[in-house]
Nanobody, 126 residues
Framework: QVQVVESGGGVVQTGGSLNLSCAAS????????MDWHRQAPGNQRELVAS?????????????YYAAPVKGRSTISANDAKTILNLQMGSLKPEDTAVYYC??????????????WGQGTQVTVST
């Protein structure tokens, strides 16, 4: 049974930095992507960054960054894909949100199976 748990959130000043971590457990054989999303109060949940796997368990994958964080963030994972990190710098008040880890699996018949973490709060003060 796959579970993911986020950590590393907190309160930081504008211009600061932090590192978010996601710990995954369970059977990861059918994993196809790992993502960070965020949701601020009153807003839709939005994609922050992704790693798309190529089917090899120790692949580094292909990385994607959404425009608001591109150039000041780095998404990374260990070879076993049990740890997913998001390093963010030059933080802005607009980055304030709950950040969620998402692991996506392709099951039999092409069915997508999405496993979400509980979220970790990031607050950037002015």
């Amino acid at each position: 049974q796959v579970q993911v748990v986020e950590s590393g959130g907190g309160v930081v000043q504008t211009g600061g930095s932090l590192n978010l971590s996601c710990a995954a457990s369970g059977n990861l054989d059918e994993l196809i992507s790992m993502d960070w999303h965020r949701q601020a109060p009153g807003n839709q949940r939005e994609l922050v960054a992704s790693i798309i796997s190529d089917g090899t368990i120790n692949s580094k994958g292909t990385k994607y960054y959404a425009a608001p964080v591109k150039g000041r963030s780095t998404i990374s994972a260990n070879d076993a894909k049990t740890i997913l990190n998001l390093q963010m710098g030059s933080l802005k008040p607009e980055d304030t949100a709950v950040y969620y880890c998402l692991y996506t699996f392709e099951r039999a018949g092409g069915r997508m199976d999405h496993i979400w973490g509980q979220g970790t709060q990031v607050t950037v003060s002015t």
